[in-house]
């Protein structure tokens, strides 16, 4: 059986997460917390970044990071499932994950700034830096939501998981301005119930 490193609140391992429930693969992957601030957690020798998700192998090979992960669960589940095999769509799908992957990692980022750093100490210019990213991506995705047919893909998924963080640490101030994407989201989580099975607590 394969194993997740995980973490309930990664918006990185809940694209993992919806992947495998998506692909069939939910029942052949145990899935282990994690916790990345603890020196003395295993994920440190697993993936020497100690950062999740990481992907444990039968033969005990460390596969990272999400993207890294995704292409092997999609070659698992025998390819071209939701990551398409070539030309345009393969990259449209491969260039929204980026879209995803950079919203969440701001978001991560402006996360760590208030959880390490004293309130006196932070630094209101990094946030708002980080924060200005996520905006311009929302408005660009506010422009044309990615079109749900005919096949989700892990861009789609990952677009879903960067929202469902944003609602998880920011609140929903970001639906406010962005009504078209709002309905994307409720529009995905109708297709896949995987979304919700996967919401962080």
């Known amino acids: 059986m394969l194993t997740l490193r995980s973490s309930p609140s990664s ?19 145990r899935i282990e917390n994690t916790d990345t601030m603890d020196p003395k957690d295993s994920v440190r020798r697993q993936n020497p970044l100690g950062k999740i998700p990481v992907l444990i ?21 025998g390819g071209g499932r939701i990551i398409p ?9 491969l260039h929204l994950q980026a879209i995803g992957d950079g919203i969440m990692d701001a978001g991560v ?9 004293p309130e006196q100490r932070r630094e209101p210019r990094w946030v708002e830096h980080q924060a200005g990213k996520i905006a311009r991506a929302l408005d660009l995705l506010e422009q044309q939501p990615p079109p749900l047919a005919p096949t989700i893909h892990v861009g789609h998924i990952t677009i879903a998981s960067a929202l469902g963080y944003l609602d998880f640490r920011f609140g929903e101030g970001w639906r406010a301005g962005h ?22 607590q």
Do not use: C
Not at 63 to 70: E, G, K, P, Q, T
Not at 85 to 93: D, I
Not at 181 to 199: D, H, I, N, Y
């Open 85 to 93: 095999r070539a030309g345009a769509e393969r990259f449209a799908a």
């Open 179 to 200: 009504p078209r994407l709002v309905q994307w989201l409720g529009e995905f989580a109708a297709k896949v119930p995987a979304f919700a099975e996967t919401k962080p």
């Open 11 to 29: 918006p990185f391992a809940r694209k993992i997460r919806i992947a495998m429930r998506m692909l069939g693969l939910a029942d052949t992957i």
């Open 109 to 117: 980022l402006q996360i760590y700034e208030q959880r390490w750093r």
């Open 57 to 77: 192998l039968e033969d005990g090979t460390a596969l990272y990071d999400s993207r890294v992960i995704l292409e092997y669960l999609d070659d698992r589940a």
